[in-house]
């Protein structure tokens, strides 16, 4: 069974930095693209921002441009998001999801494999 496992979740001040990590198990994400979403508290999942299998596109959400970063490193099996001054909102469970393929391109549609999710949450 794939396994992706999030880890670095967290509560943070606002205005705070994070890092979460995507590591995969029992199979390797190279080819693989790779997508974060959150879900808060009453709302939908939403996709937070993407990563292409050779890390040549990345897609991030309005509500996060310019604060959260994705980033992956194949030799570690890992994908990461960077999420600097973080607020109130950005508060969710937040899950990584695989789809194979993607080579140039990303998107947050079609994800096969699943993390279970790990809690942000930004409050003072």
């Known amino acids: 069974q794939l396994q992706l496992v999030e880890s670095g979740g967290g509560l943070v001040q606002p205005g705070e930095s994070l890092t979460l990590s995507c590591a995969a198990s029992k199979f390797t994400l190279d080819g693989y693209a790779i997508g974060w979403f959150r879900q808060a508290p009453g709302k939908e999942r939403e996709g937070v921002s993407c990563i292409s299998s050779n890390s040549g596109f990345t897609k991030n959400a309005r509500s996060v441009k310019g604060r959260f970063t994705i980033s992956r490193d194949n030799a570690k099996n890992t994908v990461y998001l960077q999420m600097k001054s973080l607020k109130p909102e950005d508060t969710a469970v937040y899950y990584c999801?695989?789809?194979?393929?993607?080579?140039?391109?990303?998107?947050?549609?079609?994800?096969?494999?699943w993390g279970k999710g790990t809690l942000v949450t930004v409050s003072s």
């Open positions: 999801a695989a789809v194979f393929g993607g080579s140039d391109f990303c998107d947050y549609n079609g994800m096969d494999y």
